[in-house]
């Protein structure tokens, strides 16, 4: 059982068009994730949601927009796509409580290339 | 100031050695916790080792271990045994402090170990 599924796992389109990914986490896991790693593989978060309710939001542009209908599932939608938002996007879990380290899973990764 | 740094942009290792990945960190935070990942040519990230602040002794997996500095603010990687499938991406991580659940990366090292 894959524990952070993300589809689809690959993505090509053109630019201005709107895309989403979609995660699912089956880990019991209350906080979940989203990473871009570009192309020299530096991981920079983008937004984190606790329960459904947005924790992070770092200085993304707006066209990106998360969507979280439950714990488990973390959305990612982006609207008029451009050349830079070519990238591998990452869906993440994790349980953070005491006694627990709050490692990160990821997911299998989502290579989005726009053209 | 980047929060975490990672000098080595590449090392090479003969199999059956170890290989130090150095990592440094910047915070003021008392508390914090400290991560490496290794993300292999197939692109998944998969969590190795954990160091909290407040261990005292350095974490140990198997054939991983941290060599966790405090002084230094250093959490370098020690793979004893290398194997062929250790070439890989290797990402260290920070969380800061007790509230929150953002992991700041590092530029990561790419390790390539030879027969």
């Known amino acids: 059982d894959t524990a952070v599924s993300q589809t689809p796992k690959y993505l090509v389109t053109q630019m201005g068009n709107d895309k989403s990914i979609k995660c699912e986490q089956n880990l019991g896991h209350d906080t979940m994730y989203w990473y871009k790693q570009d192309s020299k593989k530096f991981l920079k978060i983008m937004f984190s949601y606790n329960n459904k309710e947005l924790i992070i939001n770092e200085t993304v542009p707006n066209r990106f927009s998360p969507k979280s209908p439950d714990k488990a599932h973390l959305n990612l939608h982006i609207n008029s796509l451009e050349l830079g938002d070519s990238a591998v996007y990452f869906c993440?879990?994790?349980?953070?409580?005491?006694?627990?380290?709050?490692?990160?899973?990821f997911g299998e990764g989502s290579r989005l290339t726009v053209l | 100031a980047q929060k975490i740094t990672q000098t080595q942009p590449g090392m090479f290792v003969q199999e059956k050695e170890a290989v130090t990945l150095d990592c440094t960190y910047d915070t003021s935070d008392p508390s914090y916790g400290l991560f490496w990942y290794k993300q292999p040519s197939s692109g998944e990230m998969i969590f190795l080792i954990y160091q909290g602040s407040y261990d005292q002794q350095n974490a140990t997996e198997g054939r991983y271990s941290l060599n966790f500095q405090k002084a230094r603010k250093s959490a370098n990687l020690v793979i004893s045994a290398s194997q062929l499938g250790d070439s890989a991406m290797y990402f260290c991580a920070m969380r800061e402090g007790r509230n929150t659940d953002k992991l700041i990366f590092g530029t990561g090292t790419r390790l390539q170990v030879f027969p």
């Open positions: 993440a879990s994790s349980l953070w409580t005491s006694g627990n380290t709050g490692e990160l899973f």
